[in-house]
Structures are given as C-alpha cells and as structure tokens.
C-alpha cells in the first residue's frame, strides 16, 4: 500500500482484495495464508480462513482480526461490515456479522445473516437473516448513526436478493412462497419506499396480491430485480411453474395417477437421448447448457403505484435490456435464424418493449448485435455491412450514421470472410448522450447520433499508430466522458511496438505523453484515475523490466514509480528482443520477435525454437516468469540456450495449413539471415491447438525444421469438422465455416481445399521427428484426432510419439503433468537440437 505524496509503503504478505474507505481514512484487505500454512491445514481436513487487516492511512496503524470472508465499507466510510465464515457443518446460510464503527471502535454484531447491503447513499445496512429451521428469518434494517434496528419481514421463510435502490432508502428483497402443489419455489417481491423518511410505504407483489400477475408463473430467485431510476418500476423475471411429480402410493387420492401413469413411472427408465437432425441446439450442447436453459425466464415490469403488471418478453429465447434507467426496455429475438445459426452466423431482430404494455415494435432486423447505450443516451446503437446505425427510442427515427464519413469502421482483416464482418468497436459514449465514440481501425471518431456530423479526434492512420481510449468512464460514473474532460488515449505502434498515452483537452489535438518501448496494461484496467485527485496509474512492463505501477499527474509527466516487483532481476542473465521484418509468398508485410539466448556469445552458434499460432509480434515487451509450469515459456528456451522467434502469420480463406506454410517459410529465412548465429540445421517447430495444427501440417510439407513439437493439434479436417467441441457442447463443423478454421463451407463442398489441409492426408511426406501431446479428455480438439495421427505414423514408420495425459482437458491443469510436458518438450529439443543423448523414452 503505497502513499502517492510520501515514501510511504506497507507491505502486507499474503494480501489482496484491497479497498479504499470513501473518505480515504482506511482501507481493508484479506490477508491470506502461506502455501506451507493451506498444505498443513488440509492435511488435518481443517477449514482455511482468510484475516481482516485494516490500515489507518492517517496514522500508519494496523489492525488484524481472524476469520473474516468478507468486508464492506459502508458510503459515508464511517462504518465496516465484517461478514464471519460459515461454520463447516451449519445448516442455514446464516453467519455472524460484526458492524465496526471506525470512528468510536466499537463493534455492533448481528447473528445468522445471511446476505446484507449498504445503502449506495447513506449509512443504513439492511440484512436478511436465515436460521436453523428458519426459526427468525426476516429483513433487518439497521441504522448505526442512531443505533435503531428495525424489523421489516419476518417470516418462517427463506429472503434472498436484498437490494437498495441507488441513492435512495428504497429496498426490494424476494421472500420464498412454498405450495406443495409446484415443485419449484415461488417468491413474493417485498418493497419498501422511503425506509429513511417518517412516510415510508411498503408494496407486495404475488398472485395473490396482484390480479395481473399471471397464476402460472413465478418470481424467478436467479434474475436479480432491478428498479428504475424514478422508483416507480421493478423489473422482475419470471417463470412457467413446475407442477410436483404425482404420487402413486395412495391409489384413492385426487391426486395420483393413473394406473398406467404409474405402470410407466414404475418401469426402469430407458438410458436413452434423442438426438435429432433438426435440433438447434444438438444434445451435448443442451446439456452443457442445462443449467442455464432451466433458468430462461421473462423480463417483467411492475409498477409500484398503479399496481399494473407486464409481461415484457413471450418467447424465452428472447434477451432483453432494461435502458436508460427503466425508461425503456430493448429486446433481441434469434429464433427467426435458428436454422441458419445451426451452422453459419447467428443472426437477430431487435424490437423495442413498451415498459406499460409490452407491446414490441421491430426497429432492425437481421443484424449480429447491438451495443448497449450509456446511462444518458436515448439512442440504440447496431453495425451492419459497413456502417454504424443509430435509433432515437424517443422519435422512433432510424439513421446511419457513418454513411459520409472518409473512413473504414469495418475490420476486413478479420478471417474468414463472414456474411457480417465485424466493426472496430465502441471507444465510449459522451456524457450529454448526443455523440458516441467510434473506433476505425488507427483512430476515435466522435459521432453525433442523430447522423449530423462528425469528427475524426486522433490522427494515427498515416503513421500506423492506434489510438485507443485509455479509460472510458474518468470521472463519469459510467454516464460517459464529459465536453469538459480531458481525453486519455491509449497508443500502440503497429510496426515499431512501441506504446504509451496520449491527452487531448477539450478542442485541442492530442499530444504524447508517455511514450516508451514498453508494454503497458494488464490487470483490471490499463489507466486508472484516482476518484478525487488529479493523479492517474498505469502498468508498465518491459522483455526484461517486470511489471510495475507508475504514478503521475495530469500531464504523466515524470512518472513515480511505486512498485518493484522483481528487486532480483539485475542478478540473472537474461536475452534481448528485436523485430524481424518479412514479407510472406503473396507479399503481406509481417513482423516476428526474436528472443536472445541470455548470456548471448556471437562467436557461438545457437539453435533457434519458433513458436507461432496466429499473430505474436505485438507481445514483444512482455515480462514472462520462467515458470516450468507453463511448458511453453520461451522464457526458459533462452535461459537454457536458444533462439526463440515467434512470427506473426495471416491466412487466405480456405487455405489454413497453405497460408501458415506460406507465411513461416519467409519468416524463418527473415530470422536466419538477421541472426547468423543460429545453426540453421538446429531449428525447431512448436504449437498447441491451431498452433499444433500448423505445425502437424509444416512438417509434412516442407522438411525446413530438425524436429517439432504439436500440442493437441487438429490433423484431419474432415472427421473433426463432423465431432463437437466438447467444453461447449457445439459442433466443431461452425469452427470451420465461421470461425478459426477458414474453410467457409462443410468438406463436401470443397474437398480439395479439405484434403489439401489437412495434416493426415500428407503424413507420407513427414520427414520431421514430431512429439505430439493430448489430453485423453480433451474436449476442445477431440483426443481421437491424436490416435489417428499416432496410427497413420505408426503404420508408416515415422519418428513420432504421443504423450496422452488421462483425464487432462486442451490445457494440462495438474502440476505434475505440466512439469511432466515441460521437461520433455526440453529433452525433445535437447536430442534434436543440441545432440543430446537420448532418454529411453525418445530412442
């Protein structure tokens, strides 16, 4: 925790989850326990808890309490919500809580709470509370200024989804309704306006209590129940009940079954799954997905005074947005593209929602999406084809807005070639809710969305260098970047890799202000502005400069530096990055990185590794731990002596293995000749999953490499555009046409390109010893695209072997088989490259 106006610096080992108190008095943080601590308390099967530390920033003074989950400061900052662990063998959901008041310290403790909230404005703490036996359970409001606890609900009944209205003292919590006759659980919608005030009122909403509520349905406990900015509205969803299972027991009761209902529910069961061509969704998809199709359920609104109830969506499949603070309410429908969704790009129509009536009206149809609007903005935002289009949810008037405009908004680099090819994105929204900000390709245009001009803000174009908004919400809450604010736009170089920020006040073109061979980002955002001081935060990391936070004023100039996360770094040898220009067979620029061997000699000669998937060259500045554990660290191959190169490769459509081979050729002969070191008989080839890919088919068309390494690699297009990817339970078949594989149409349409691209169908021309690795579980490219490979060079005769990790996935998540691949993946090289003797496991 380091102080930005002194030398200051607490270190708290172990600590994270750190937040500020809104008075900037304190902040909390988890402190967590060491590796040796968790090993030790696991092998006695007892419970690891985390500690509350709490710092004084005024004072300097800590303070560290046992076993806290969770901490929540209240608006003012005043007060701090501590939140116990639950104890391993309690029934209820219920655990203490302890109020601190940070200006007395004194505490205030509440027992079996089960969820609470502060108010966003204000200091009063609400709180359901759940027992054994639900003995007391209710909703609590307590006020700590005043000391008063006042009892809202109680009930033998289960309170879930407490929360406050912003900037007010209204509140909402859902309370379960049981009915033996369904065998879901209902709730009623319990509201509360102006608990701070001498007049507040209270609204129930149920079937019993509200005619317009439909019987049939329930409040749904999953959909959180959002208001809308005036409080007149609650949105809720809701849900089809599930009427219980009938008893066959009693044969005289009204209601069992039939004799032949419970005939059937008494025969075993067929272990059966239909899977039938015309589904949308094929079966492994529906069961990956079964959890969240059993909680589709339909946006409502429900009018607080009036009592008016709407059912806001008919068909569950629809997606709809509550916007502009409950005013209105936008709805998306794919169905009518089910069937072409099946297999190519999914498609939608957009409709507006009247929050009164649930009347819908088309605004577009056919289009791939639509952005959602800033808190301030009437309009609607879509692309389709080649331009940006803006709705007025006011006037109900459509317009394009970029028709005029001299200037590309649609990524054409993007393949394969889709029907709708995608735009370069939203940078923001203006605060007033008049203008949007649209990225092309190198610059932030601001455009008025009633299409009534705009203009370009940054000039990157002629230069290659990106401009990007560094941070869309500095000071605005989310309701967009103010006429007033400066701008802070975050800048890359396509061809020299160098980055950095640039500022723009209001009317004035942007400058540089940092502007270094650096990368800059990660973590949560990669600029940061403090709530209530003109300072500002940004990471930056180099190839050999670990990542640290830098902090400096407006103009960032001199930048303070506040972190040092890696003291040691002066006392390892470490290698250099340059950039290696090339142009591939059909004349595309491109770029790849290359690594140094750390000690490097230039009397030396030196094997080379390349590593490559798509493109690369933009990670040239990145800090990377030699961690074993992450087996393709090329941080590692240069400590243990090698080149590492990573190409940057594109792709024509339809020839993916071709286009990699078209691409890293060139490259690879660009790196020889600007690194003479490298032993051009000692290079090397290595990839996971479309890296694997390239690599399987490389070497059975070009002998370039001494040995490679393929890491769950696809190898015959045809029977794995005809599997699924079994983590999501789609068909592999969209992965051609639509996405990664850029084939466009399914193998019997253009076999030649199928066959011509798959690795399999040239394994007779592999001359490369290959290592190859798969998970037996692999649910991303199927385990069986290994064993064909594995057969096909077994029965050929080729220098192969196959490393098969049961129960692994695409990526090795157990230590032991990630140090297992890393060591073997050096010994490979090791043999071929270095002329290492080789281990049994290889000979």
Not at 376 to 393: G, Q
Request: proline share 4%.
């Amino acid at each position: 925790i380091h102080s930005t106006t002194s030398d200051s610096v607490v270190i708290v080992p172990f600590g994270s989850r750190a937040v500020f108190s809104s008075d900037n008095r304190w902040v909390a943080y988890s402190i967590g326990r060491s590796t040796e601590e968790r090993d030790s308390a696991r092998s006695r099967d007892e419970a690891i808890y985390d500690k509350l530390g709490l710092l004084n920033l005024e004072t300097g003074e800590q303070t560290v309490r046992a076993d806290f989950a969770s901490f929540h400061f209240s608006d003012d900052g005043r007060y701090l919500a501590l939140r116990r662990y639950k104890p391993k063998d309690k029934e209820s959901d219920g655990v203490d809580v302890v109020v601190h008041d940070l200006l007395s310290d004194r505490d205030m403790s509440f027992g079996n709470v089960s969820e609470m909230a502060w108010q966003s404005e204000g200091s009063l703490l609400a709180m359901t509370t759940d027992a054994v036996d639900q003995v007391g359970n209710g909703v609590t409001v307590y006020d700590p200024l005043s000391g008063r606890i006042r009892s809202m609900d109680s009930d033998e009944a289960t309170y879930r989804q407490l929360s406050w209205r912003d900037d007010s003292s209204d509140l909402v919590v859902y309370k379960t309704e049981i009915d033996e006759v369904f065998e879901d659980t209902a709730h009623v919608a319990l509201v509360w306006r102006d608990i701070a005030g001498d007049q507040g009122v209270s609204y129930r909403l149920s079937s019993e209590t509200n005619d317009a509520f439909p019987a049939s349905m329930r409040i749904v406990e999953f959909r959180a129940p959002s208001w809308s900015n005036d409080g007149q509205t609650l949105f809720v969803g809701i849900q089809e009940r599930r009427p219980s299972s009938f008893e066959c027991e009693d044969g005289d009761s009204e209601e069992a079954g039939t004799d032949q209902e419970c005939l059937e529910k008494e025969e075993e069961a067929a272990g059966v799954e239909i899977w039938h061509t015309l589904d949308r969704d094929p079966v492994p998809q529906q069961r990956v997905r079964e959890r969240q199709l059993r909680r589709e359920n339909y946006l409502s609104a429900w009018d607080l005074e009036s009592g008016g109830f709407v059912q806001l969506g008919d068909d569950l499949t629809e997606e709809n947005e509550i916007v502009r603070g409950g005013q209105y309410v936008i709805g998306t429908d794919e169905t009518p593209y089910d069937e072409h969704a099946m297999f190519r790009q999914q498609f939608l129509d957009l409709y507006e929602i009247d929050v009164e009536t649930g009347a819908k009206s088309k605004i577009a149809d056919r289009i791939s999406s639509v952005e959602s609007p800033s808190l301030n903005s009437r309009y609607i935002l879509w692309f389709a084809e080649e331009d940006w289009y803006s709705h007025d949810l006011e006037d109900g008037e459509t317009q394009n807005i970029t028709a005029n405009l001299e200037t590309v908004f649609v990524n054409l680099d993007v393949t394969p070639t889709r029907e709708q090819m995608p735009s370069f994105g939203i940078a923001g929204w203006m605060e007033d809710g008049r203008s949007v900000l649209l990225n092309d390709q190198w610059d932030v245009w601001r455009v008025r969305l009633d299409g009534s001009g705009a203009e370009r803000l940054t000039s990157g174009a002629s230069q290659s260098i990106r401009y990007r908004i560094a941070s869309n919400d500095l000071d605005s809450d989310d309701d967009g970047i103010g006429s007033d604010e400066t701008i802070y736009y975050s800048v890359y170089s396509e061809w020299t890799k160098k980055a950095g920020f640039a500022g723009a006040a209001p009317g004035d073109d942007p400058q540089i202000l940092v502007w270094e061979d650096k990368r800059f980002g990660g973590f949560s955002s990669p600029f940061l502005k403090a709530d209530d001081a003109d300072l500002f935060a940004f990471r930056m990391e180099g190839f050999d400069d670990s990542p640290d936070y830098f902090v400096a004023g407006p103009d960032l100039a001199d930048p303070h530096q506040v972190t040092e996360t890696n003291p040691f770094q002066s006392d390892y040898a470490w290698g250099r990055v340059e950039l290696v220009d090339y142009e591939n067979e059909w004349g595309r620029r491109l770029q790849g990185v290359l690594t140094y061997p750390a000690n490097y000699d230039p009397s030396q000669s030196y094997p080379m590794i390349v590593y490559h998937y798509e493109l690369l060259s933009q990670g040239m500045h990145q800090y990377q731990v030699p961690d074993p554990t992450q087996y393709y660290n090329q941080q590692i191959w240069s400590q243990d002596g090698y080149f590492v190169f990573r190409p940057d490769i594109v792709y024509r459509d339809r020839r993916p293995g071709q286009s990699n081979v078209e691409t890293l050729r060139p490259a690879v002969a660009a790196a020889l000749a600007q690194a003479p070191s490298v032993d051009e008989e000692k290079v090397g080839l290595i990839g996971h999953s479309w890296g694997g890919y390239q690599t399987t088919y490389f070497v059975t068309q070009d002998d370039l490499f001494a040995s490679a390494v393929a890491g769950a690699p696809l190898t015959n297009l045809m029977s794995m555009y005809l599997s699924f990817y079994w983590n999501s339970g789609g068909t592999d078949a969209r992965i051609f046409e639509i996405s990664q594989g850029r084939m466009q149409v399914p193998w019997w349409e253009d076999w030649d390109s199928y066959e011509a691209n798959s690795p399999i169908h040239h394994i007779q021309n592999m001359e490369t010893p290959l290592l190859m690795m798969f998970g037996t579980n692999d649910g991303a490219v199927e385990y069986n695209q290994g064993v064909e490979f594995y057969n096909a060079a077994r029965r050929l005769g080729k220098q192969m072997v196959m490393l098969s990790y049961d129960g692994e996935n695409h990526g090795l998540a157990r230590e032991p088989n990630q140090l297992d691949y890393q060591h073997r993946i050096m010994q490979w090289f090791g043999h071929y490259l270095k002329g290492e003797p080789a281990p049994d496991w290889i000979s």
